[in-house]
């Protein structure tokens, strides 16, 4: 994870300090390091910020990324393609400063436009400034992965990665949707570019938004990347999804950090898992109840290379209220929900404090 956030018109410098707010609010996100880059879309004042975990050069790949141009990109995400792209960039005559994928993002939109976005494998949510007055693109990737969202102020525009960095700005009144908490409780999710509040909209997956000095806006839409079919593909479908699933974990696992798979007891973290073992260090974690502290599958799946760490129980906080699911705000995600949460609030605050006695 990352996190960035942007503030267009007046209250870009306005005290308390807005972007610095919503970067306190997103360094859980990017524990790493953090910055901002001043500029301007037309005469409007622009500050961009962005808080980074580092996994790709990790003492070189900071954010915002300034191009010599003085273009200016802040990224949530990755861009698991990112070698490939650079030596292509690098010989059409550009030159790079660092190993990490945001650069070369930065650059691919910088020289070749959002086109350039159809052509990249990767999940990510940025924003990119051209210099020297803009426009000012804003994007998600074609799945929706990363979340982003965005609302206009009094004077011009906010955007961040959460609803939480939104609110710490100040600029956003805390209003709830209520037609959004309806949909929730009716159907489970709200369809759209709607959010939890009033006034902001998620960026929708595989959209760019594009303002220009007048804050105008035009919506764009990026097209997943399209992938020819490796050599033989076809003969056997199963062998096919395979070998799909392990180029996908390679992908995300050319990191400089240790990583870990979580392993919930499904089918698709087993696979995960699976693959993982091919590269050395990787850990898995599990969770369990107080009941059910050992679990078969982790013993199966413990056999070989991956390092299986022994499951944690999961108990109550001293001082915990049950939590009821209205969605995950904080995320900058459409509200979601399961009726059952919200019913049983009452049986699992008395589920939890049974294990807590047993305990």
Not at 234 to 260: I, S, Y
């Amino acid at each position: 994870m990352c996190g960035i956030v942007g503030v267009i018109g007046p209250e870009a410098h306005a005290r308390p300090d807005p972007v610095g707010a919503a970067l306190a609010v997103l360094t859980p996100r990017g524990p790493d390091s953090g910055g901002r880059v001043h500029g301007a879309l037309g005469e409007m004042p622009l500050v961009l910020g962005a808080r980074r975990l580092a996994l790709v050069d990790v003492p070189g790949g900071r954010q915002p990324v300034v191009r010599p141009s003085g273009s200016v990109l802040v990224m949530n995400g990755e861009i698991y393609d990112h070698d490939e792209h650079r030596r292509r960039l690098i010989a059409r005559g550009e030159t790079f400063s660092t190993r990490g994928d945001a650069e070369v993002l930065a650059a691919l939109l910088d020289v070749e436009g959002i086109d350039a976005l159809s052509r990249i494998e990767g999940s990510w949510a940025f924003a990119f400034w051209k210099a020297p007055v803009g426009p000012l693109w804003i994007g998600r990737d074609p799945w929706g992965v990363r979340p982003l969202a965005w609302a206009r102020t009094r004077g011009g525009l906010v955007f961040a990665s959460t609803l939480d960095a939104i609110l710490a700005t100040g600029l956003v009144e805390p209003v709830a949707d209520a037609s959004a908490v309806a949909d929730v409780l009716r159907d489970g999710v709200v369809l759209g570019s709607r959010s939890a509040l009033v006034g902001v909209e998620r960026v929708e997956p595989g959209e760019v938004l594009r303002f220009d000095a007048r804050l105008r806006l035009t919506r764009h839409t990026v097209a997943p990347r399209e992938v020819p079919p490796a050599p033989g593909a076809g003969a056997d479908p199963a062998t096919d999804v395979l070998d799909a699933l392990r180029a996908a974990v390679n992908d995300r696992l050319r990191l400089e950090r240790p990583a870990a798979v979580f392993l919930s007891g499904g089918i698709d973290s087993a696979l995960i898992a699976s693959f993982a073992r091919d590269h050395p260090g990787v850990t898995a974690w599990t969770l369990a109840f107080p009941r059910h502290a050992e679990d078969p599958r982790r013993r199966i799946l413990g056999q070989g290379d991956l390092d299986v760490r022994d499951p944690q129980p999961l108990r109550r906080a001293p001082g915990a209220r049950a939590l009821v699911g209205l969605g995950v705000p904080r995320e900058g995600e459409r509200p979601r929900g399961d009726a059952r949460m919200v019913a049983g609030e009452r049986r699992d605050e008395r589920a939890v404090d049974a294990a807590r006695q047993e305990d």
